[in-house]
């Protein structure tokens, strides 16, 4: 068998002096101010020992990098109202029985909401200001309101609602007196608190509200102004609801209400007040299935009693009608009927009435982009056993087209027809381009 030589005296010793000398350097080559030992061709990281660069001191955990750690995720900002606006300009033309006028409007509109644990809050403002093609300026619609709720606990609720409207209707509309160049500016206020509470399968709700309605002169045909004071009012009332649920869907429930009112003067030409007390008392059924088919139907009896015994009290049924259905996102559909005791008003010749509206409105979503809309109404007043003396009929359609996100265009027409005795039934049509920049 082949032998290999071994290594010389020389080499041997030569080995011995190379391994001392590596002993004596390992240890300084294993400190943190060396590079690291895999980058030297036969060292190997002895066992147990951490080798790293971000180590400062013996027992000290490393620093981590700034950039190799995230931050936590922040929570989305949640704003304390939630606002919304917009603002419309409307072209119109007029045409009908007391013939032909443009108009321009303007009609800004803002809210705020507020949606909580325990409460809710809403605040809108919203305008109509229009001039016609007879310089004619004219305040639509102000409308000033907050209404708010909060919730004691789970079962008892507390709301109230504030609000402030000025209007003024248009002395070229239909059944309008001949005699009239500029109708009064109309304001209303009403303060309104309640409180609701469930018994189990029975609820109680009591709402208590305080109005004002005040108006400015007419201004009549020779520039003569005509004062209102006898259409000035105040008025002081309480409802009182119980409900009661028959089954998931269906509710009955029972209501009565007392009112009173104080007006300013007496009507012109007559010493007696129209002050007194309106008292109704309804029942009906109430139906809510999962909110896309709610329906509420009342009948009772209402009465009118005035406080000077010279005028005759007055009586009536009284009949409301409240139906929605909203099947989907693209179609909804909504009517109403509705009956209340109206006093006299012996400055416009009318007396006191039993009036009655109906109304009905629908949407249908044709495209993401266009919308159709459609509505129609009639009103009517039945004073005592006479006749109807007065009534009125609209009906209108309109098309609402999406621009972009921000910007909305809408067509509409209208067609209004009254009459109001003794003078005969007008009619007007109603022609609309308008423009809505929204958030």
Same mark, same amino acid.
């Given at each position: 068998?082949?032998?290999?030589?071994?290594?010389?005296?020389?080499?041997?010793?030569?080995?011995?002096?190379?391994?001392?000398?590596?002993?004596?350097?390992?240890?300084?080559?294993?400190?943190?101010?060396?590079?690291?030992?895999?980058?030297?061709?036969?060292?190997?990281?002895?066992?147990?020992?951490?080798?790293?660069? /971000? *180590?400062?001191?013996?027992?000290?955990?490393?620093?981590? +990098? %700034?950039?190799?750690?995230?931050?936590?995720?922040m929570e989305p900002y949640q704003p304390f109202f939630e606002i919304d606006w917009s603002v419309a300009l409307i072209a119109s033309r007029t045409g009908g029985s007391r013939g032909s006028r443009y108009a321009t409007t303007l009609a800004p509109q803002f809210s705020a909401t507020r949606a909580g644990l325990r409460s809710g809050f809403v605040f809108e403002a919203q305008a109509r200001l229009g001039v016609n093609s007879d310089q004619l300026t004219r305040v639509e619609e102000v409308l000033l309101s907050a209404n708010g709720n909060y919730a004691l606990d789970s079962v008892t609720r507390l709301n109230g609602a504030a609000g402030i409207t000025l209007s003024q209707d248009d002395p070229n509309a239909p059944g309008s007196s001949d005699q009239i160049i500029q109708t009064p500016l109309e304001g209303n206020a009403q303060v309104q608190l309640?409180? /609701? *509470?469930?018994?189990?399968?029975?609820?109680?709700?009591? +709402? %208590?509200?305080?109005?004002?309605?005040?108006?400015?002169?007419?201004?009549l045909v020779g520039n003569i102004a005509e004062q209102n004071p006898d259409r000035n009012v105040t008025g002081l009332g309480g409802t009182l609801r119980g409900e009661f649920e028959l089954t998931p869907v269906l509710t009955g429930f029972v209501e009565g209400s007392v009112a009173r009112d104080w007006y300013d003067a007496p009507p012109a030409g007559t010493n007696i007040k129209q002050d007194g007390w309106d008292l109704t008392m309804t029942t009906g059924l109430a139906a809510n299935w999962r909110d896309v088919f709610q329906l509420e139907a009342s009948v009772g009896?209402?009465?009118?009693?005035?406080?000077?015994?010279?005028?005759?009290?007055?009586?009536?049924?009284?009949?409301?009608?409240?139906?929605?259905?909203t099947p989907n996102n693209a179609l909804a559909f909504d009517a109403q009927l509705s009956t209340a005791l109206?006093?006299?008003?012996?400055?416009?010749?009318?007396?006191a009435s039993t009036d009655y509206t109906i109304t009905a409105a629908a949407g249908y979503q044709l495209a993401p982009w266009v919308g159709l809309r459609g509505s129609l109404g009639q009103a009517w007043s039945v004073p005592g056993t006479d006749p109807v003396q007065s009534w009125s009929f609209y009906a209108g359609t309109g098309l609402d087209f999406a621009l972009n996100k921000n910007a909305d265009l809408s067509l509409d027409y209208l067609y209004t027809r009254t009459r109001a005795l003794p003078r005969n039934p007008q009619d007007s049509h109603l022609l609309s381009l308008g423009l809505t920049w929204s958030k």
């Open positions: 068998m082949p032998t290999f030589p071994g290594p010389s005296s020389n080499q041997h010793n030569r080995t011995i002096r190379t391994l001392g000398v590596l002993g004596l350097l390992m240890p300084f080559m294993a400190t943190p101010g060396n590079a690291d030992p895999q980058t030297i061709p036969g060292l190997a990281t002895p066992p147990g020992v951490i080798v790293t660069p /971000a *180590r400062l001191l013996p027992e000290t955990i490393p620093l981590p +990098d %700034a950039h190799s750690v995230s931050p936590p995720p309640g409180i /609701a *509470r469930q018994f189990g399968r029975f609820a109680l709700a009591f +709402d %208590a509200d305080l109005s004002r309605r005040q108006q400015t002169d007419t201004i009896q209402g009465e009118r009693r005035f406080e000077n015994a010279s005028i005759g009290n007055f009586s009536s049924l009284l009949y409301g009608l409240d139906f929605a259905y109206n006093p006299a008003d012996p400055s416009s010749g009318s007396q």
